[in-house]
């Protein structure tokens, strides 16, 4: 009866040290994900900014067909693999 005792009070100093393991590491982490937050929120530009600035016309979506770019550009032929087939 004893031993099953001091087994189970072993067993339980395992877990609350792992537990206690554990809970230092989350808090690494969640230290560490702050801290890149705040790296990646002074870094990039905040997304009210974003909907302020008009589209300038060079910057327009303009979708090019695979032919106008390749008469256009003279890109090595695997860079065109990369693009979409939209050609008829």
Known sequence: ????????????????????LAQQHLQDVIYDRDSLQRQLSSALPQTSELADQQPSPEHSSVHYSRKALEDQSPLPDAFYLLLPNTDS
């Open 1 to 20: 009866m004893l031993d099953e005792r001091d087994r189970l009070l072993d067993t339980l100093r395992e877990t609350q040290e792992s537990l206690g």
